[in-house]
């Protein structure tokens, strides 16, 4: 079953606005990661939270977890319309074989109009 | 970071045909992973592509249908066979190397 559940599933902004996406999961995790996908292209990796942080930033984005209520969010600030794109949250379980696959999240579509 | 070269890039096939997907890593990778992704959804795994030996495959998704091989730790195909429109996805590979995760492009399969 899949793991992680993203809400909005659809997010539409003005350019330079900030775009905030969620995401929750279901069980115990080591890591997780959020991705971005181009209009059903591969999967470019954003940015990784271990399990024991609570809070990480990359440029424009803000990634925190909360393992106690199984949730992370995803915030994007001062946003462009390059950032038009599905966002995906991505959990696994670590430590070892099967533990490595990744789960996914249903996913956001965030449209920045320019 | 390791970089999948995954292709085809896109492909219309009839129903009842087969297709190959391959995917080569640049460098070695400890896993990798065959995923679909169906229209308008998220990604769901396959399988665990194993090196040398037969893939382990998630519920729902069986050898006959989806056989993978995996003969070195660069190199992984994923073969879907006898096509129906129900096929028609994004299929993606994926690999795990000492600094995380990284993705093919992608092949958009569509079956008439």
């Known amino acids: 079953s899949q793991q992680g559940e993203e809400d909005p599933q659809a997010l539409s902004i003005q350019e330079g606005e900030n775009a905030t996406m969620n995401c929750s999961y279901k069980?115990?995790?080591?890591?997780l990661q959020w991705y971005r996908q181009n209009s059903g292209r591969g999967l470019v990796h954003l940015i990784l939270i271990r399990s024991n942080e609570r809070e990480k930033h990359s440029g424009r984005l803000r990634v925190t977890l909360d393992t106690s209520k199984k949730s992370s969010s995803l915030l994007i600030t001062a946003s462009r319309a390059a950032d038009t794109a599905s966002y995906f949250c991505?959990?696994?379980?670590?430590?070892?074989?099967?533990?490595?696959?990744?789960?996914f999240g249903k996913g956001t579509l965030l449209t920045v109009n320019p | 970071s390791a970089v999948i070269s995954q292709k085809p890039s896109r492909d219309i096939c009839q129903r009842g045909t087969s297709l190959t997907i391959q995917c080569q890593v640049d460098s070695q990778v400890t896993m990798m992973f065959w995923y679909r992704q169906q229209p308008g959804q998220s990604l769901t795994l396959i399988a665990t592509?194993?090196?040398?030996?037969?893939?382990?495959?998630e519920s729902g998704f069986v050898i006959d249908k989806f056989p993978i091989s995996r003969p070195n730790l660069t190199f992984s195909t994923l073969t879907v066979s006898n096509m129906s429109p129900e096929d028609s996805s994004i299929y993606l590979c994926s690999g795990l190397y000492n600094d995380g995760y990284t993705f093919g492009s992608g092949t958009r399969l569509t079956v008439v």
């Open positions: 991505a959990t696994d379980a670590g430590s070892g074989g099967s533990n490595y696959k990744l789960t």
């Open positions: 592509a194993n090196q040398g030996s037969e893939a382990t495959y």
């Open positions: 069980t115990s995790i080591n890591n």
